[in-house]
C-alpha cells in the first residue's frame, strides 16, 4: 500500500470549511465512515480512516488520483480529534466557493491568498492561519497513512 502525500496547504483550510458549511456527515459514532459533500453539493466523497490501523480510503480525487491526504480525509481526521481543529477559524472560512476559485485561478498559493484575505475580513490575521497550517502538516506528516484501494466494506449505505 502506498504512502499518501502531505496534501496542498489549502486542502486543510478547505477541510476547515467543510466543516464550517455542514459538508461532513459522520456514518457511526467514532467517524471512521464519513460522507464529505463537495463544496457545490453535486459531489459526495466517501471516507473511511482508522489511524490506529494507519489506513484511509476516499474517493476524492487528491486522495484516489494524486496520491495525498485530501480535504475530505483532513476534515474527518479534525472531526475524530486526531487533526487539530479551529473553530473560529473554521467559520471564518465557511461558504468558501472552492471549486469556483480553483478553477477561477489554476493555482493553489493564488487561492490560499485570496482565502486568506476572506478570513482576515471576517477577522483571523494571516499569521494565526499560518500557525494552524503548520501545526497540521507537521501532524499530517506524523502519521503516515498508508492509501487503501478500496473501502474495506460498504458502511455509507447505512
Same mark, same amino acid.
Given at each position: 500500500? *502506498?504512502?499518501?502525500? /502531505?496534501?496542498p496547504?489549502?486542502?486543510?483550510l478547505?477541510?476547515?470549511g467543510a466543516? %464550517? ?5 459522520? $456514518? #457511526?459514532?467514532?467517524?471512521?465512515f464519513?460522507?464529505? %459533500? ?5 459531489r ?8 490506529? !490501523?494507519?489506513? %484511509?480510503?476516499?474517493?476524492? #480525487?487528491?486522495?484516489?488520483?494524486? +496520491?495525498? @491526504? +485530501? ?5 474527518? /481526521?479534525?472531526?475524530? +480529534? $486526531?487533526l487539530?481543529?479551529?473553530?473560529? /477559524? ?6 468558501? *466557493?472552492?471549486?469556483? /476559485? #480553483?478553477?477561477?485561478? !489554476? ?6 491568498? @485570496? $482565502? !486568506? ?8 490575521? *494571516? ?5 494552524f =497550517?503548520?501545526? $497540521?502538516?507537521? !501532524? =499530517?506528516r ?5 492509501? =487503501?484501494?478500496?473501502? *474495506?466494506?460498504?458502511?455509507?449505505? +447505512?
Amino acid at each position: 500500500m *502506498p504512502t499518501l502525500r /502531505l496534501p496542498p496547504r489549502i486542502k486543510v483550510l478547505e477541510a476547515l470549511g467543510a466543516i %464550517a458549511d455542514g459538508r461532513v456527515e459522520c $456514518v #457511526n459514532d467514532k467517524c471512521v465512515f464519513a460522507r464529505v %459533500a463537495s463544496s457545490e453539493g453535486d459531489r459526495v466523497y466517501r471516507v473511511y480512516v482508522d489511524v490506529e !490501523k494507519g489506513v %484511509a480510503y476516499s474517493d476524492d #480525487n487528491g486522495t484516489r488520483l494524486r +496520491g495525498y @491526504v +485530501g480535504y475530505p480525509l483532513i476534515a474527518v /481526521l479534525m472531526l475524530q +480529534g $486526531v487533526l487539530p481543529f479551529d473553530e473560529r /477559524l473554521s467559520e471564518a472560512l465557511k461558504g468558501v *466557493p472552492w471549486r469556483r /476559485l #480553483n478553477e477561477k485561478y !489554476k493555482r493553489y498559493a493564488i487561492v490560499e491568498d @485570496v $482565502v !486568506k484575505r476572506i478570513a482576515s475580513e471576517r477577522g483571523v490575521k *494571516p499569521e494565526e492561519i499560518e500557525r494552524f =497550517l503548520h501545526r $497540521v502538516m507537521e !501532524k =499530517l506528516r506524523s502519521l503516515r497513512l498508508k492509501r =487503501l484501494e478500496s473501502p *474495506p466494506l460498504d458502511a455509507w449505505s +447505512g
